[in-house]
């Protein structure tokens, strides 16, 4: 399971630089430091992305809170299917969350000058370009940081403190090595 989830976490890290680079590169290169309102849509690809890759490493601190604390069990409850769960949820939840964050972000209008001092689209920075309400965009977006970050970060928080208070608890130095070198 450790692999499946590093395996995930290497792709998405090769995926991040898909969005940014090329706009990144035309910026530097050839100085043209427009975006058009289609280039926007790497906003859409760079936060799913952030947002998977915050669900697939809660997912490896599952793994290895498992395999450190409950060694006996880990067979029994991080089989290949709940692994293969737990990879397509963070992928398919991180799509899904920013699917609806732009959906609410494209009902904006936008009529004054549109400039932002980004090489690419970020959220703040556009939504502020709206001259129409942006209450409930910002409203939206809020809302869905606070419920796909904050529990994925305090069961990272969480599954890291009973990990190192479990390694802590070993007689063995070499078992507390081994133990840490596995996180």
């Known amino acids: 399971p450790m692999y499946l989830l590093l395996g995930n976490l290497a792709c998405l890290e090769t995926c991040y630089t898909f969005p940014i680079l090329p706009r990144l590169l035309a910026s530097l290169l050839m100085g043209d430091r427009t975006?058009?309102?289609?280039?926007?849509i790497q906003m859409y690809f760079?936060?799913?992305?952030?947002?998977?890759?915050?669900?697939?490493?809660?997912?490896?601190?599952?793994?290895?809170?498992?395999?450190?604390?409950?060694?006996?069990?880990?067979?029994?409850?991080?089989?290949?299917?709940?692994?293969?769960?737990?990879t397509a949820g963070s992928w398919i939840s991180a799509f899904l969350a920013i699917s609806i964050i732009v959906s609410f972000m494209s009902q904006l209008t936008f009529c004054g000058p549109n400039e932002i001092d980004h090489f690419f689209c970020e959220l703040t920075p556009v939504v502020k370009l709206s001259c129409s309400d942006t209450n409930v965009v910002e409203f939206v977006a809020f809302l869905f940081t606070s419920i796909f970050t904050l529990p994925s970060f305090l069961l990272t928080i969480i599954s890291y403190v009973i990990i190192i208070a479990t390694i802590l608890r070993l007689s063995s130095i070499t078992g507390r090595q081994k133990a840490f070198s596995t996180c």
């Open 46 to 86: 760079f936060g799913s992305l952030a947002a998977a890759e915050c669900y697939l490493l809660t997912a490896m601190c599952y793994d290895r809170y498992l395999a450190i604390c409950k060694p006996l069990h880990y067979a029994t409850f991080m089989t290949a299917r709940f692994c293969l769960q737990l």
């Open 35 to 40: 975006i058009s309102f289609m280039g926007c």
